[in-house]
């Protein structure tokens, strides 16, 4: 305060002024947000028809759980790629808890949230019930994914509740598993693991998972340990796209960041205008389309557009050999027959 306001205060006294800006301009004192939430969830759904919040309490009426789908993102959900990110983090509030989320990319590549939860712990219980929470709104969709962490309280919610649903893990949080387990960090080794990760096909995964396992002896065994499966895409049942971290699940909590230490209450509603912002702004770039695919894919489609009309291709049968900025490649076409 007297470095940057030139104001000499003491540490109790800055203490009861924070206290004070809480109780006056954030729905009032920890104990008092409780108990306004009954409340502000049955405005929450006047206000905002068809979303879904489920409040559970524990013995004597106290607090347990509480679930938030908002409309948009239930609606919103059937025109994504089924591949949901969980993840959850403590909040940092006088009572603690910890703060479930469940997140996806919408069409243009941007974070688009599903659902949220509040719990007391992070446990096996917890996780249990915010993952049925999510299954009777969402339903399970055919190839549906969930991506996490290596989490075993994860893995057991997931195997419970979505037994039917591929688990993938994210390969960042793999990747410094490895670098614990192995005691290195060479560049060499981070490199080639995600080029494995991201193969597309099962002669190139072959290729670099051999010099990845040149890299570091025993690698290869604890990673078929793991599951190919869970870390790969050239392994994964169902399509993971480009979605092979919980990186947009970490993102949301960072966007939550600074408002994880307000009273419950105060803390739903910014969840409430961070998503009720993103939906109202995308829904006004939306309209300014003029085309079925969204801006991020016409990016992509005019940038591959350019580099095919600068290629040399000739064919041998089957086989396309491509050239192109020195760089030549071999195309098998017997897939697309």
């Known amino acids: 305060m007297k470095r940057k306001f ?16 809480y109780k006056n ?15 502000y969830l049955h405005m ?34 059937q025109y994504c790629r089924p591949v949901v990110s969980i993840d959850a983090t403590h909040m940092k509030g006088k009572y603690w808890g910890v703060l479930f989320m469940a997140v996806c990319h919408d069409a243009n590549q941007q974070i688009f949230p599903l659902a949220f939860g509040i719990g007391d712990s992070d ?28 989490h075993r309280i994860i893995n057991n919610a997931v195997n419970e509740v979505f037994p039917n649903a591929f688990h993938g893990i994210c390969m960042y949080h793999l990747l410094n598993n490895l670098k614990n387990k192995f005691k290195t960090k060479t560049k060499e080794l981070e490199q080639h693991y995600i080029q494995t990760a991201k193969a597309y096909n099962l002669q190139e995964f072959h290729v670099l998972f051999y010099t990845l396992c040149c890299d570091v002896p025993g690698v290869k065994e604890y990673l078929q340990r793991v599951g190919l499966d869970r870390w790969t895409r050239s392994h994964s049942p169902s399509r993971r796209y480009n979605i092979m971290t919980t990186n947009i699940s970490e993102s949301m909590n960072a966007a939550l960041v600074k408002v994880r230490e307000l009273p419950i209450t105060a803390f739903v509603n910014e969840i409430r205008l961070l998503c009720q912002r993103w939906f109202f702004e995308r829904r006004n770039k939306a309209k300014d389309f003029t085309s079925k695919m969204s801006k991020d894919v016409e990016k992509k489609l005019e940038k591959r557009r350019y580099r095919a009309q600068i290629m040399d291709i000739w064919q041998f049968g089957h086989v396309l050999a491509v050239s192109f900025s020195w760089i030549n490649y071999r195309v098998s076409m017997r897939w697309l027959l």
């Open 25 to 39: 301009l954030r729905l009032g004192t920890p104990e008092q947000s409780y108990s306004l939430i009954p409340g």
């Open 6 to 21: 030139g104001v000499d205060i003491s540490y109790s006294g800055a203490w009861r002024g924070r206290e004070y800006a």
């Open 123 to 150: 446990n096996d219980e917890a996780w249990t019930w915010f993952l049925r929470r999510i299954k009777d709104v969402f339903g399970e969709r055919p190839c549906q994914v969930i991506v996490s962490d290596r």
């Open 44 to 77: 929450l759904r006047e206000t905002n028809p068809g979303t879904v919040v489920n409040l559970e309490v524990g013995e004597q009426e106290r607090f347990k759980y509480l679930f938030i789908a908002f409309d948009a993102s239930i609606k919103g959900f």
